[in-house]
């Protein structure tokens, strides 16, 4: 029975991530802030070609996912 419970915690948790993720890229327009295109970003653009690397969204991503992760591991304890 534990196991049950365990697992509906678990789809749970993962259902509001995904509506978070969901609602974030909805209204990823109007938000002050475009996720991929922040501020520390490296952007070339060349004659023949262009290279993008989001290293501000990586970071700000791993940070949430991080705190996410932690907070999922606290309330499960």
């Keep these: 029975m534990d196991a049950f419970r365990e697992t509906g ?15 974030l890229l ?3 327009g109007r938000l002050p802030f475009r996720l991929g295109r922040l501020p520390g970003d490296i952007v070339y653009q060349g004659r023949n070609g262009s290279f993008y690397f989001p290293v ?3 970071i700000l991503l ?12 606290h309330f499960r304890r």
Excluded: E, Q, Y
């Design 9 to 23: 915690r678990l789809l749970i948790v993962l259902g509001v991530v995904l509506a978070g993720v969901g609602a």
């Design 56 to 58: 501000v969204t990586c």
């Design 62 to 73: 791993s940070l949430v996912l991080s705190l996410l992760i932690w907070a999922a591991n």
């Design 26 to 28: 909805a209204f990823n």
